[in-house]
């Protein structure tokens, strides 16, 4: 079984599962999937109209189909003002807690920044760094304080940090992501498996276990 917790175009690939990241402002959507997260993405904050879209997060998260809140997040190499993406993660990290539901985090430039909100925060519901790309010492730090780390493109640029944390972290907190770019989940898998030498089989019967640990739904 092939698991991708982290894509957003309605078609699933070769995945089996499919967690479908909708936008805050894709209230239909969420009604037609099984399993998706929702979530104000940091690219999409609009100070004018931020109470409204929260209200919206809020609104769909505690559905049952809604397995978690996000993609939300800090991004510090786009051109939104970032004490406003700040207000909105903070917000979105509240309304996880009160659904309690995981978070699915973009984080651009702001690992440092979200290791330490985690750190200060009560949270336990885990939070998810998609596209995870941070050197291994970040890797087992986020570990450490209850997150998830999702991988995809990244397996295949040997030259990046992603790709050096992804040979020395624990397997229990890993996930697998198209995010999109044109790759298949099924390749993601295959040299996630080969990288670490473990068997499909075992990778699989894995990342399924996680996505029990941390959604609570078994597959
Ligand atoms: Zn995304």
Redesign the pocket.
Known sequence: MYIDI?R?SSDSGDADVVLR?VFHNEHGRVLSENYCSVGLHPWHINRASLVRDLGLVGKMALQSNVLAIG?TGLDKAVDIDIETQREAFRAQAEIAKMANKPLII?CVKAYDELLSLRKNSRHKQPWIF?WFNAAPQTAFDLIAKGCYLSFGITLFKEEGKAFKSFGQIPLDRVFFET?DVGLSIKEVYEKAAFLRNITMDKLMGQIKLNFKNCFGKSL
Request: net charge negative; glycine share 0%.
């Open positions: 982290h957003h990241n993609e973009h998609h995010d």
